[in-house]
Protein backbone atom coordinates (compact mmCIF):
# COMPACT_ATOMS: atom_id res chain seq x y z
CA UNK A 1 0.00 0.00 0.00
CA UNK A 2 1.21 3.50 -1.02
CA UNK A 3 0.11 6.27 2.23
CA UNK A 4 0.95 10.08 0.55
CA UNK A 5 0.94 12.30 3.70
CA UNK A 6 -0.07 16.29 2.99
CA UNK A 7 0.24 18.77 5.23
CA UNK A 8 1.62 22.47 4.80
CA UNK A 9 5.34 23.42 5.31
CA UNK A 10 6.65 23.11 9.13
CA UNK A 11 3.36 21.12 10.51
CA UNK A 12 6.19 18.24 11.12
CA UNK A 13 5.21 15.50 8.97
CA UNK A 14 8.62 14.14 8.95
CA UNK A 15 9.19 13.88 12.88
CA UNK A 16 5.83 12.21 12.67
CA UNK A 17 6.70 9.95 10.02
CA UNK A 18 10.02 9.05 11.58
CA UNK A 19 7.81 8.43 14.72
CA UNK A 20 5.28 5.89 13.17
CA UNK A 21 8.88 3.96 11.51
CA UNK A 22 9.86 3.66 15.21
CA UNK A 23 6.57 1.91 15.61
CA UNK A 24 6.21 0.08 12.77
CA UNK A 25 10.29 -0.63 11.61
CA UNK A 26 8.45 -3.88 9.56
CA UNK A 27 5.76 -2.79 7.79
CA UNK A 28 6.47 1.07 6.96
CA UNK A 29 9.11 2.77 4.50
CA UNK A 30 9.53 6.50 4.16
CA UNK A 31 10.58 7.83 1.06
CA UNK A 32 11.16 11.72 1.55
CA UNK A 33 9.28 13.76 -0.72
CA UNK A 34 11.35 16.53 -1.30
CA UNK A 35 14.69 14.92 -0.66
CA UNK A 36 14.01 12.23 -3.56
CA UNK A 37 12.96 15.24 -5.96
CA UNK A 38 15.91 16.82 -5.18
CA UNK A 39 18.46 14.02 -5.65
CA UNK A 40 16.29 13.21 -9.36
CA UNK A 41 16.75 17.12 -10.50
CA UNK A 42 20.30 17.09 -9.80
CA UNK A 43 20.66 13.05 -11.64
CA UNK A 44 17.88 14.40 -14.47
CA UNK A 45 18.71 18.01 -15.37
CA UNK A 46 22.31 18.45 -13.20
CA UNK A 47 20.61 21.55 -11.55
CA UNK A 48 19.67 22.40 -8.03
CA UNK A 49 15.37 22.11 -8.08
CA UNK A 50 15.17 25.50 -7.08
CA UNK A 51 16.90 26.37 -10.36
CA UNK A 52 14.13 24.18 -12.96
CA UNK A 53 11.53 25.55 -15.06
CA UNK A 54 8.03 24.66 -13.92
CA UNK A 55 7.67 22.11 -16.26
CA UNK A 56 10.80 20.59 -15.75
CA UNK A 57 9.28 19.74 -11.79
CA UNK A 58 6.15 18.72 -12.99
CA UNK A 59 8.60 15.88 -15.10
CA UNK A 60 10.26 15.25 -12.40
CA UNK A 61 6.82 14.82 -10.30
CA UNK A 62 5.60 12.32 -12.84
CA UNK A 63 9.34 10.21 -12.46
CA UNK A 64 9.08 10.66 -8.77
CA UNK A 65 5.72 8.93 -8.80
CA UNK A 66 7.38 6.23 -11.13
CA UNK A 67 10.13 5.97 -8.94
CA UNK A 68 7.45 4.81 -6.12
CA UNK A 69 5.65 2.21 -8.47
CA UNK A 70 9.25 0.50 -9.41
CA UNK A 71 10.23 0.18 -5.79
CA UNK A 72 6.63 -0.86 -4.64
CA UNK A 73 6.14 -4.02 -2.81
CA UNK A 74 3.84 -6.67 -1.12
CA UNK A 75 6.31 -6.67 2.38
CA UNK A 76 5.78 -2.87 3.43
CA UNK A 77 3.66 -0.42 3.32
CA UNK A 78 5.28 3.18 1.43
CA UNK A 79 4.51 6.23 3.29
CA UNK A 80 5.61 9.45 1.65
CA UNK A 81 5.84 13.17 2.87
CA UNK A 82 4.20 15.40 0.21
CA UNK A 83 3.12 18.90 -0.57
CA UNK A 84 -0.14 19.90 -2.41
CA UNK A 85 0.08 23.80 -2.51
CA UNK A 86 2.38 26.86 -1.96
CA UNK A 87 1.43 30.12 -1.31
CA UNK A 88 1.87 32.72 -4.22
CA UNK A 89 2.54 36.53 -3.53
CA UNK A 90 -1.03 37.18 -5.02
CA UNK A 91 -2.45 35.58 -1.92
CA UNK A 92 -3.51 32.50 -4.06
CA UNK A 93 -1.90 29.00 -4.08
CA UNK A 94 0.12 26.82 -6.53
CA UNK A 95 -1.21 23.37 -6.39
CA UNK A 96 1.61 20.78 -7.16
CA UNK A 97 -0.64 17.75 -6.92
CA UNK A 98 -0.90 16.07 -10.26
CA UNK A 99 -2.95 13.62 -12.02
CA UNK A 100 -0.12 10.87 -11.34
CA UNK A 101 -0.36 11.73 -7.17
CA UNK A 102 -3.80 10.95 -7.75
CA UNK A 103 -3.32 7.85 -9.46
CA UNK A 104 -0.09 6.57 -7.47
CA UNK A 105 -1.57 6.35 -3.79
CA UNK A 106 -4.19 4.36 -1.86
CA UNK A 107 -4.37 6.54 0.80
CA UNK A 108 -4.68 10.44 0.77
CA UNK A 109 -3.83 11.75 5.00
CA UNK A 110 -3.94 15.16 5.65
CA UNK A 111 -1.81 16.30 9.13
CA UNK A 112 -3.90 19.12 10.74
CA UNK A 113 -1.93 20.62 13.62
CA UNK A 114 -2.89 23.92 15.89
CA UNK A 115 -1.58 26.36 13.88
CA UNK A 116 0.27 27.69 16.79
CA UNK A 117 2.39 24.84 16.92
CA UNK A 118 3.07 25.51 13.18
CA UNK A 119 4.39 28.90 13.87
CA UNK A 120 6.56 27.41 16.71
CA UNK A 121 8.04 25.08 13.98
CA UNK A 122 8.60 27.71 11.53
CA UNK A 123 10.49 29.78 14.34
CA UNK A 124 13.17 27.68 13.76
CA UNK A 125 14.15 28.99 10.42
CA UNK A 126 12.84 32.26 9.55
CA UNK A 127 14.98 32.27 6.28
CA UNK A 128 12.74 29.46 5.06
CA UNK A 129 10.98 30.20 1.80
CA UNK A 130 7.65 30.33 2.90
CA UNK A 131 8.35 31.67 6.20
CA UNK A 132 6.00 35.28 5.56
CA UNK A 133 2.86 32.77 5.27
CA UNK A 134 3.59 31.20 8.58
CA UNK A 135 4.08 33.78 11.03
CA UNK A 136 0.13 34.45 11.58
CA UNK A 137 -2.83 32.01 12.66
CA UNK A 138 -5.31 33.55 9.53
CA UNK A 139 -2.31 32.70 6.64
CA UNK A 140 -1.91 29.20 8.59
CA UNK A 141 -5.70 28.75 8.42
CA UNK A 142 -6.20 29.93 5.10
CA UNK A 143 -3.59 27.47 3.61
CA UNK A 144 -4.98 24.78 5.58
CA UNK A 145 -8.52 24.80 4.47
CA UNK A 146 -7.62 25.55 1.07
CA UNK A 147 -5.80 22.16 0.92
CA UNK A 148 -8.42 19.99 2.84
CA UNK A 149 -11.04 21.40 0.97
CA UNK A 150 -9.59 21.05 -2.27
CA UNK A 151 -7.83 17.45 -2.47
CA UNK A 152 -10.85 16.11 0.16
CA UNK A 153 -13.04 17.46 -3.52
CA UNK A 154 -10.36 15.98 -5.49
CA UNK A 155 -10.55 12.74 -3.59
CA UNK A 156 -14.29 12.23 -3.44
CA UNK A 157 -14.82 13.03 -7.10
CA UNK A 158 -12.50 10.34 -7.92
CA UNK A 159 -13.04 7.63 -5.22
CA UNK A 160 -10.04 8.04 -3.60
CA UNK A 161 -10.21 7.58 0.54
CA UNK A 162 -9.16 11.14 2.31
CA UNK A 163 -8.40 11.52 5.99
CA UNK A 164 -7.41 14.08 8.23
CA UNK A 165 -5.65 13.27 10.96
CA UNK A 166 -4.81 15.36 14.27
CA UNK A 167 -1.29 15.52 16.50
CA UNK A 168 -2.65 12.85 19.29
CA UNK A 169 -0.01 10.08 18.42
CA UNK A 170 -1.41 7.65 20.82
CA UNK A 171 -4.40 7.03 18.77
CA UNK A 172 -2.69 7.74 15.45
CA UNK A 173 0.11 4.56 16.36
CA UNK A 174 -3.32 2.44 16.90
CA UNK A 175 -5.14 3.94 13.36
CA UNK A 176 -1.50 2.90 11.76
CA UNK A 177 -1.97 -0.58 13.40
CA UNK A 178 -5.25 -0.96 11.71
CA UNK A 179 -4.08 0.39 8.41
CA UNK A 180 -1.03 -2.10 8.35
CA UNK A 181 -2.79 -5.36 10.01
CA UNK A 182 -6.35 -5.33 9.23
CA UNK A 183 -6.09 -2.59 6.04
CA UNK A 184 -10.00 -3.67 5.53
CA UNK A 185 -11.60 -2.07 8.45
CA UNK A 186 -10.36 1.45 7.22
CA UNK A 187 -10.32 1.23 3.23
CA UNK A 188 -13.76 3.05 2.70
CA UNK A 189 -13.93 0.91 -0.40
CA UNK A 190 -13.77 -2.42 0.65
CA UNK A 191 -16.22 -1.50 3.48
CA UNK A 192 -18.90 -0.17 1.54
CA UNK A 193 -18.29 -3.25 -0.82
CA UNK A 194 -18.81 -5.67 1.75
CA UNK A 195 -21.72 -4.10 2.97
CA UNK A 196 -23.48 -3.69 -0.37
CA UNK A 197 -23.12 -7.30 -1.10
CA UNK A 198 -24.34 -8.37 2.38
CA UNK A 199 -27.04 -6.23 2.29
CA UNK A 200 -28.36 -7.20 -1.52
CA UNK A 201 -28.13 -10.58 -0.06
CA UNK A 202 -29.95 -10.61 2.99
CA UNK A 203 -32.49 -8.32 0.69
CA UNK A 204 -33.36 -11.36 -1.63
CA UNK A 205 -36.19 -10.43 -3.86
CA UNK A 206 -37.35 -6.88 -2.28
CA UNK A 207 -36.46 -4.53 -5.20
CA UNK A 208 -36.44 -1.34 -2.63
CA UNK A 209 -33.74 -0.97 0.06
CA UNK A 210 -34.38 2.15 3.17
CA UNK A 211 -31.37 3.50 4.14
CA UNK A 212 -32.37 4.81 7.58
CA UNK A 213 -29.68 6.85 10.16
CA UNK A 214 -30.38 6.50 13.58
CA UNK A 215 -29.42 8.95 16.59
CA UNK A 216 -31.83 12.17 16.08
CA UNK A 217 -33.31 10.05 12.87
CA UNK A 218 -34.69 6.93 14.46
CA UNK A 219 -34.42 9.00 17.85
CA UNK A 220 -35.87 12.39 19.00
CA UNK A 221 -32.69 12.52 21.01
CA UNK A 222 -28.58 11.72 20.30
CA UNK A 223 -28.49 8.46 22.40
CA UNK A 224 -24.13 9.16 21.63
CA UNK A 225 -24.12 12.18 23.89
CA UNK A 226 -26.34 10.17 26.69
CA UNK A 227 -23.98 7.88 26.54
CA UNK A 228 -20.40 9.57 27.16
CA UNK A 229 -22.51 11.87 29.60
CA UNK A 230 -23.43 8.56 31.80
CA UNK A 231 -19.67 7.54 31.62
CA UNK A 232 -18.43 10.89 33.12
CA UNK A 233 -17.30 12.42 30.29
CA UNK A 234 -17.79 15.61 29.18
CA UNK A 235 -19.69 16.15 25.51
CA UNK A 236 -17.05 19.04 24.64
CA UNK A 237 -14.75 15.63 24.05
CA UNK A 238 -17.31 14.27 21.51
CA UNK A 239 -17.17 17.91 19.75
CA UNK A 240 -13.17 18.18 20.06
CA UNK A 241 -13.10 15.03 18.11
CA UNK A 242 -15.33 16.47 14.84
CA UNK A 243 -13.68 19.90 15.01
CA UNK A 244 -13.79 21.82 11.59
CA UNK A 245 -16.23 19.42 10.68
CA UNK A 246 -13.73 16.35 9.66
CA UNK A 247 -16.09 13.44 9.60
CA UNK A 248 -13.08 11.07 7.60
CA UNK A 249 -12.70 7.80 8.95
CA UNK A 250 -10.30 8.44 11.76
CA UNK A 251 -12.27 10.94 13.65
CA UNK A 252 -15.02 7.85 13.71
CA UNK A 253 -11.83 5.61 14.55
CA UNK A 254 -11.19 7.61 17.74
CA UNK A 255 -14.45 8.10 19.01
CA UNK A 256 -14.92 4.42 19.17
CA UNK A 257 -11.61 4.10 20.34
CA UNK A 258 -12.15 6.07 23.32
CA UNK A 259 -16.05 4.98 24.10
CA UNK A 260 -15.24 1.41 23.96
CA UNK A 261 -18.56 -0.52 23.49
CA UNK A 262 -17.39 -3.84 25.57
CA UNK A 263 -16.61 -1.46 28.42
CA UNK A 264 -19.50 0.49 28.84
CA UNK A 265 -21.66 -2.36 27.65
CA UNK A 266 -24.13 -1.61 31.12
CA UNK A 267 -24.00 1.91 30.61
CA UNK A 268 -25.36 1.92 27.08
CA UNK A 269 -28.11 -0.95 27.92
CA UNK A 270 -29.28 1.56 30.17
CA UNK A 271 -29.55 4.41 28.01
CA UNK A 272 -31.55 2.03 25.00
CA UNK A 273 -33.93 1.66 27.65
CA UNK A 274 -34.03 5.49 28.04
CA UNK A 275 -33.95 6.90 24.49
CA UNK A 276 -37.26 8.24 23.13
CA UNK A 277 -38.02 6.63 19.59
CA UNK A 278 -39.45 9.36 17.12
CA UNK A 279 -42.37 7.04 16.62
CA UNK A 280 -43.97 7.91 13.71
CA UNK A 281 -41.12 7.55 11.35
CA UNK A 282 -40.37 4.03 13.17
CA UNK A 283 -44.31 2.49 12.32
CA UNK A 284 -43.83 4.34 8.54
CA UNK A 285 -41.06 1.80 8.70
CA UNK A 286 -42.24 -1.28 10.05
CA UNK A 287 -45.30 -0.71 8.25
CA UNK A 288 -43.29 -1.06 5.14
CA UNK A 289 -40.90 -4.18 6.02
CA UNK A 290 -43.08 -6.50 3.84
CA UNK A 291 -42.54 -4.52 0.79
CA UNK A 292 -38.95 -2.64 1.37
CA UNK A 293 -35.44 -3.74 2.85
CA UNK A 294 -35.38 -1.87 6.18
CA UNK A 295 -31.17 -1.10 6.82
CA UNK A 296 -30.17 0.94 10.03
CA UNK A 297 -26.68 2.11 9.42
CA UNK A 298 -25.22 4.83 12.15
CA UNK A 299 -21.76 6.36 12.56
CA UNK A 300 -22.73 6.55 15.99
CA UNK A 301 -22.80 3.58 18.41
CA UNK A 302 -24.22 0.78 16.92
CA UNK A 303 -24.68 -1.50 19.84
CA UNK A 304 -26.94 0.59 21.49
CA UNK A 305 -28.78 -0.12 18.55
CA UNK A 306 -28.72 -2.96 18.39
CA UNK A 307 -29.90 -3.13 21.71
CA UNK A 308 -32.89 -1.20 20.69
CA UNK A 309 -33.80 -3.07 17.46
CA UNK A 310 -33.64 -6.00 19.35
CA UNK A 311 -37.13 -4.79 21.48
CA UNK A 312 -38.72 -2.77 18.61
CA UNK A 313 -37.38 -4.98 15.36
CA UNK A 314 -36.86 -1.81 13.36
CA UNK A 315 -34.70 -2.73 10.63
CA UNK A 316 -33.64 -6.06 8.97
CA UNK A 317 -30.11 -5.29 9.48
CA UNK A 318 -27.92 -3.07 11.22
CA UNK A 319 -24.84 -1.09 9.50
CA UNK A 320 -21.70 0.52 12.80
CA UNK A 321 -19.10 -0.04 14.51
CA UNK A 322 -20.70 -2.02 18.35
CA UNK A 323 -17.00 -3.24 19.75
CA UNK A 324 -16.04 -6.64 19.19
CA UNK A 325 -18.03 -8.73 20.94
CA UNK A 326 -21.46 -7.87 19.48
CA UNK A 327 -22.69 -10.81 17.04
CA UNK A 328 -25.73 -8.99 15.81
CA UNK A 329 -24.27 -5.78 13.70
CA UNK A 330 -22.59 -5.97 10.32
CA UNK A 331 -19.41 -4.54 12.44
CA UNK A 332 -18.03 -2.05 10.70
CA UNK A 333 -16.76 1.42 10.77
CA UNK A 334 -18.99 3.69 9.35
CA UNK A 335 -18.47 7.37 7.73
CA UNK A 336 -20.69 9.56 5.55
CA UNK A 337 -18.72 8.72 2.56
CA UNK A 338 -19.39 5.34 3.25
CA UNK A 339 -23.25 5.97 3.78
CA UNK A 340 -23.27 7.58 -0.07
CA UNK A 341 -20.92 4.48 -1.62
CA UNK A 342 -23.16 1.92 -0.08
CA UNK A 343 -26.43 3.81 -1.72
CA UNK A 344 -24.31 3.93 -5.21
CA UNK A 345 -23.84 0.38 -4.89
CA UNK A 346 -27.22 0.13 -4.65
CA UNK A 347 -28.75 2.52 -7.62
CA UNK A 348 -25.54 0.65 -9.30
CA UNK A 349 -26.89 -2.89 -9.15
CA UNK A 350 -30.57 -1.55 -9.44
CA UNK A 351 -31.85 -1.13 -7.13
CA UNK A 352 -34.70 1.64 -5.74
CA UNK A 353 -33.44 3.00 -2.97
CA UNK A 354 -34.51 5.32 -0.07
CA UNK A 355 -32.41 7.78 2.26
CA UNK A 356 -33.88 8.66 5.74
CA UNK A 357 -31.24 11.38 7.63
CA UNK A 358 -31.09 14.33 9.78
CA UNK A 359 -27.79 16.06 8.97
CA UNK A 360 -25.13 16.80 7.19
CA UNK A 361 -23.61 13.31 7.68
CA UNK A 362 -25.97 11.89 5.46
CA UNK A 363 -26.50 14.39 2.75
CA UNK A 364 -24.03 12.00 0.59
CA UNK A 365 -26.61 9.21 0.37
CA UNK A 366 -29.72 11.96 0.31
CA UNK A 367 -27.96 13.09 -2.47
CA UNK A 368 -27.46 9.31 -4.55
CA UNK A 369 -30.84 8.02 -3.60
CA UNK A 370 -33.59 7.92 -5.78
CA UNK A 371 -36.02 9.08 -2.72
CA UNK A 372 -35.08 11.13 0.62
CA UNK A 373 -36.41 12.30 3.22
CA UNK A 374 -35.15 14.97 6.00
CA UNK A 375 -36.29 14.25 9.68
CA UNK A 376 -35.76 17.08 12.32
CA UNK A 377 -36.55 15.89 15.69
CA UNK A 378 -34.99 19.29 17.61
CA UNK A 379 -33.27 21.69 15.93
CA UNK A 380 -32.58 22.29 11.95
CA UNK A 381 -29.44 21.34 11.00
CA UNK A 382 -28.17 24.70 9.30
CA UNK A 383 -24.93 22.49 7.72
CA UNK A 384 -27.64 20.49 5.82
CA UNK A 385 -29.35 23.87 4.83
CA UNK A 386 -26.31 25.21 3.49
CA UNK A 387 -25.51 22.20 1.18
CA UNK A 388 -29.61 21.84 -0.36
CA UNK A 389 -29.89 25.27 -0.77
CA UNK A 390 -26.42 25.10 -2.77
CA UNK A 391 -27.35 21.86 -4.70
CA UNK A 392 -31.37 22.76 -5.68
CA UNK A 393 -30.95 19.86 -7.64
CA UNK A 394 -31.54 17.77 -4.70
CA UNK A 395 -35.22 17.70 -3.88
CA UNK A 396 -35.89 15.64 -0.32
CA UNK A 397 -39.01 15.67 1.27
CA UNK A 398 -39.54 15.83 4.96
CA UNK A 399 -41.91 14.90 7.42
CA UNK A 400 -45.36 16.61 8.57
CA UNK A 401 -44.68 15.68 12.20
CA UNK A 402 -40.95 17.02 11.73
CA UNK A 403 -41.17 19.55 15.29
CA UNK A 404 -39.16 22.08 12.87
CA UNK A 405 -39.46 22.67 9.42
CA UNK A 406 -36.68 23.20 6.25
CA UNK A 407 -37.53 26.04 3.88
CA UNK A 408 -38.73 25.29 0.55
CA UNK A 409 -39.19 21.54 0.96
CA UNK A 410 -42.34 19.66 0.32
CA UNK A 411 -43.80 18.06 3.35
CA UNK A 412 -45.37 14.38 3.48
CA UNK A 413 -46.79 12.53 6.18
CA UNK A 414 -45.81 8.54 4.84
CA UNK A 415 -42.60 7.07 2.69
CA UNK A 416 -43.98 6.31 -0.38
CA UNK A 417 -43.06 3.41 -2.00
CA UNK A 418 -42.34 2.71 -5.79
CA UNK A 419 -44.77 -0.49 -7.28
CA UNK A 420 -41.77 -2.23 -8.24
CA UNK A 421 -42.03 -5.53 -10.06
Sequence with gaps: MKIALYGISRVGKDTLINKLITAFPQNLTHVKGSSTLKILSKKIFNQDIDSIAEEDLNYLRIKFVEYLNSIDNLETNIIVDGHFSFPNKTGEYNVVFTQSDLLCYDLFIYYKRDSKVIMQNARVDINHKYYHFLEEENSINAWVDFEISSLKEICELNNKQFIVIDDDFHTIQKFFSEIIYDTQRILQNSISYRISTEIMKRAKDKKTIILTDCDKTISITDPTLSVIEKIGVETS??????????????????????????KYATQILEVSH?????????????????????????????????????????????????????????????????????MKNLVDNNYHTIAIGDSIIDSKMIEIAHQAYIVCSSNIDLRLQQFLKFNSHIQPKQFEFNSQKYDDLEEVNTIWLKNLK
Design 237 to 262: FLKAIFKGDYYTIYQFFKMNEFIDQD
Design 274 to 342: LTRLNNPLVEELIKHRDQAFVVGVTTGLASLWSNINKKTNIFDILIGFSGYNDQSVFNTLVTPQIKGDI
